[in-house]
């Protein structure tokens, strides 16, 4: 990792190679969504070369990209889970019943889980 935090690019190479399939494998896991795995797999290894300076070096490298690999799947869940999902029909009348049907479902849900 000091080799990275100087800005060496044949040692990000070697770890990209090295530990690439396997973050990559842990990020599908979470977002189950491989075009969302692919896109935070670049995003952590973007960071992992940003921040190569900040590695403590107490623990292994794989450790602290998979952490990273983590944190950035949890924080896309979240992201997800807080847009609004918009409603297909546009007209509130339709809007009122779609409502309602996720209401009931919800409801059933309630009752299967007691």
Do not use: C
Request: proline share 3%; hydrophobic share 40%; aromatic share 8%.
């Amino acid at each position: 990792m000091t080799r990275i935090a100087q800005g060496d690019r044949e040692a990000f190479a070697e770890l990209h190679n090295r530990h690439a399939s396997v973050v990559y494998s842990l990020i599908l896991r979470i977002v189950r969504d491989p075009a969302v795995a692919d896109e935070l797999l670049q995003e952590t290894f973007w960071q992992a070369w940003e921040k190569a300076d900040q590695f403590s070096g107490t623990g292994a490298a794989a450790a602290w990209l998979y952490r990273i690999g983590r944190n950035k799947s949890l924080d896309e869940l979240r992201r997800q889970k807080a847009r609004p999902q918009p409603l297909i029909h546009q007209d509130e009348a339709e809007q009122e019943k779609v409502w309602a049907k996720i209401e009931a479902q919800n409801a059933n849900v309630e009752k299967i889980t007691e």
